[in-house]
T-cell receptor, first 110, second 118 residues
Framework: DIVLTQSPVLAVSLGQRATISCRAS??????????MHWYQQKPGQQPKLLIY???NLASGIPARFSGSGSGTDFTLTIDPVQADDIAAYYC?????????FGAGTKLELK | EVQLVESGGGLVQPGRSMKLSCAAS????????MAWVRQAPTKGLEWVAT??????????RDSVKGRFTISRDNAKSTLYLQMNSLRSEDTATYYC???FGDGGYDYWGQGVMVTVSS
């Protein structure tokens, strides 16, 4: 299985930039298509798709969210961070079955 | 508005069975692959099973193969997960999700809790 590694916690100040990383144990890209997706999950709620195929903003998601990366290294950026962004963030790959998720990064206020 | 509403969860003894349902609305159900994703208490997300738009293909994670069956009724816009021989490690919130085509999930239900315990 492809293992996705995320840092458990990231502490940021409101109004600053948050950079959340996800590293895959092998490439999740096919040609120029990066099969990495990002989700936000707030306590007691279901996950919400933020970014698909590494850099595409999902419908209704604010432009302060962006994604980048290819191959094995991917980044979710939130700039600027707002209070409503305090949540857990998960990366997920669909390059190879089984689809796997990272363990999640909890975004906390500094 | 896309809606996915799960039902059928609860407390079940180890070794017993349970069937989850997911009623879909707000989109053409028969055009999309669907999947179940679960989350154990205080843990991360784990893909469980996927079914193609027409039900002809199904995929499972190794730990549930032979015990769980994903199915769908496109006439009723409903997704199912039949879970047999349940184990304590199956305890989780189960989410019904829509596969947007690249193996990612663009809509999620609110989730249904399944607790396997004696």
């Amino acid at each position: 299985d492809i293992v996705l590694t995320q840092s458990p916690v990231l502490a940021v100040s409101l109004g600053q930039r948050a950079t959340i990383s996800c590293r895959a144990s092998q490439s999740v890209s096919i040609s120029s298509i990066n099969l990495m997706h990002w989700y936000q999950q707030k306590p007691g709620q279901q996950p919400k798709l933020l970014i698909y195929r590494a850099s595409n903003l999902a419908s209704g998601i604010p432009a302060r969210f962006s994604g980048s990366g290819s191959g094995t290294d991917f980044t979710l950026t939130i700039d600027p961070v707002q209070a409503d962004d305090i949540a857990a963030y998960y990366c997920q790959q669909s390059r190879e079955s089984p689809n796997t998720f990272g363990a999640g990064t909890k975004l906390e206020l500094k | 508005e896309v809606q996915l509403v799960e039902s059928g969860g609860g407390l079940v003894q180890p070794g017993r069975s349970m069937k989850l349902s997911c009623a879909a609305s707000g989109f053409t159900f028969s055009n999309y692959g669907m999947a179940w994703v679960r989350q154990a208490p205080t843990k991360g997300l784990e893909w469980v099973a996927t079914i193609s738009y027409d039900g002809s293909s199904t995929y499972y994670r190794d730990s549930v193969k032979g015990r769980f069956t994903i199915s769908r009724d496109n006439a009723k816009s409903t997704l199912y997960l039949q879970m047999n021989s349940l184990r304590s490690e199956d305890t989780a919130t189960y989410y019904c999700t829509r596969d947007f085509g690249d193996g990612g999930y663009d809509y999620w239900g609110q989730g249904v809790m399944v607790t396997v315990s004696s």
